[in-house]
């Protein structure tokens, strides 16, 4: 399983960006998919995940109510639209994918490269 992460880029304080994640292999629809992020610095904090038919998501309250965590399961690829940007959602975006759900990074076997979000006037 290979995962790939994309969409990062500089925007503005209040402004929008949505985050893609596409996954080779197989079985893309049995895996919870998680996004994680870290700030320079800073440990890596989990920020949403979604089971694998999308029916179930959770999210960190730091981002509840401004992000969106969605997946495509014909397309083997999760996203992330991140709305109302603050300077402190600066950091390198990691998707990954596990077994089952949880909040904890340990439980994901495998993840992406990461995609950098710079929220900056």
């Known amino acids: 399983v290979q995962l790939q992460a994309s969409g990062g880029g500089l925007v503005q304080p209040g402004g929008s960006l949505r985050l893609s994640c596409a996954v080779s292999?197989?079985?893309?629809?049995?895996?919870?998919m998680g996004w994680f992020r870290q700030a320079p610095g800073q440990q890596r904090e989990f920020i949403a995940r979604?089971?694998?038919?999308?029916?179930?998501?959770y999210y960190a309250d730091s981002v509840l109510g401004r992000f969106t965590i969605s997946r495509d399961n014909a397309k083997n690829t999760v996203y992330l639209e991140m709305n109302s940007l603050k300077s402190e959602d600066t950091a390198v975006y990691y998707c990954?994918?596990?077994?089952?759900?949880?909040?904890?990074?340990?439980?994901?076997?495998?993840w992406g490269q990461g995609t950098l979000v710079t929220v900056s006037s």
């Open positions: 979604i089971s694998g038919s999308g029916g179930n998501t």
């Open positions: 292999g197989r079985s893309f629809s049995s895996y919870t």
């Open positions: 990954a994918a596990g077994a089952r759900a949880s909040s904890w990074s340990g439980i994901y076997g495998y």
